[in-house]
């Protein structure tokens, strides 16, 4: 929304230094007014319902996952966290944080 804002302002400044006649000013400045808020919303309108569409498809295909299925995409995204056990070692104020 702040990038239609900024289009609205541009358009206003450059209507201002072109037209000199106040009522055309108005009349263009409403006109593309109109054309930026038309394709704005068409185009905000797509992209939301493509990302829509997507992420319901996304979780269509989390029914139809087995469990092991399900696992192996969580750890591709997020691995699993391994510890070292044989370096154990108490450290901080008065050795109260364990530290591998």
């Known amino acids: ?4 804002l900024i ?3 541009i ?4 209507i201002s230094t072109i037209e000199s006649d106040l009522d055309k ?4 400045d409403h006109i593309l007014f109109y054309i930026f808020s038309s394709l704005w919303l068409i185009i905000f309108g ?8 997507k992420l319901i498809q996304s979780e269509h295909e989390k029914f139809k996952m087995s469990s092991d299925e399900i696992n192996d995409k969580v750890n591709k ?4 966290l391994k ?8 450290t901080g104020h008065k050795k109260r944080i364990l530290s591998f």
């Open 46 to 53: 797509i992209f939301f319902s493509y990302y829509a569409y």
């Open 11 to 14: 358009e206003s400044v450059l």
């Open 25 to 28: 000013q108005q009349k263009y």
């Open 83 to 90: 510890f070292s056990y044989k370096n154990l070692e108490r």
């Open 7 to 9: 289009t609205i302002v």
């Open 77 to 80: 995204s997020l691995p699993t």
């Open 1 to 4: 929304s702040y990038a239609f």
